[in-house]
């Protein structure tokens, strides 16, 4: 079966460390790979997105995330986190040319030390 | 822009009690996906809408959940009788078309416990 796994669980950093958290997916095919962010208490919203072309993207809030597709992966990265990154953090796959599914990893939730 | 409303935001029921949760996608959004989260896990869709048709309800368990988008714009997604496991929070998600560039926008969530 189609699926995403996120290797962190729970993160817990000091403000400006720097940030990447795992992301691989099982799928063979062409694919869209988006992270969103879920800060606490506000709605599920998208941070990035790849769809084609350069395989390093950047999202707001100064993330970025690289798409290395002979590993399957879509890492997502930040050089200095701040406290107000602090949110839960969800990879998500959707097979191109599907009708808008999104597969969802488990989450990581990040903790940052002000 | 308004964003995706949600309703109630909690709910509280005993097992084998039915509830229903309501959507209202933002305007002119022709999709429509209702997705389950349960603790510790990513959202899973349990059924998605183009207009008042059903594009996907292959993970939707049919025999207790159902799901409607009569005129095209809100929905109701039921449950009838709920389970213990059904405690999670569902989430309502709406986006322009299914095209890879439509981006799904997400609601509030209605948090649902089941004791």
């Known amino acids: 079966a189609q699926s995403v796994s996120q290797h962190n669980h729970h993160v817990i950093l000091s403000e400006a460390a720097s940030l990447e958290l795992g992301c691989n997916y099982s799928?063979?095919?062409?694919?869209?790979l988006f992270w969103y962010v879920q800060y606490p208490g506000q709605h599920l919203q998208l941070l990035l997105k790849?769809?084609?072309?350069?395989?390093l993207v950047k999202g707001i809030k100064g993330f970025e995330a690289e798409f290395i597709k002979s590993k399957f992966s879509f890492n997502l990265r930040k050089p200095s986190v701040q406290w107000s990154d602090t949110a839960e953090y969800f990879c998500?796959?959707?097979?191109?040319?599907?009708?808008?599914?999104?597969?969802f990893g488990q989450g990581t939730t990040l903790q940052v030390k002000p | 822009e308004a964003g995706v409303a949600q309703s109630p935001r909690y709910k509280i029921i005993e097992k084998r009690q039915s509830v229903a949760f309501w959507c209202n996608p933002i305007?002119?959004?022709?999709?429509l996906y209702w997705y389950q989260q349960i603790l510790g896990q990513g959202p899973k869709l349990l059924i998605q809408?183009?207009?008042?048709?059903?594009?996907?309800d292959s993970q939707l368990p049919k025999d207790r959940f159902s799901a409607e988008r009569l005129k095209g714009v809100d929905s109701t997604l039921k449950i009838q009788p709920a389970k213990l496991e059904d405690s999670a929070v569902y989430l309502c998600?709406?986006?322009?078309?299914?095209?890879?560039?439509?981006?799904?926008?997400f609601g509030p969530g209605t948090r649902l416990t089941v004791l």
């Open positions: 998600a709406s986006s322009l078309g299914q095209g890879a560039q439509d981006e799904q926008f």
């Open positions: 799928y063979g095919g062409t694919v869209n």
């Open positions: 790849y769809f084609s072309g350069d395989p």
């Open positions: 998500a796959v959707r097979h191109s040319g599907n009708t808008g599914k999104l597969i």
């Open positions: 305007s002119g959004h022709a999709t």
């Open positions: 809408f183009q207009n008042n048709g059903v594009v996907d």
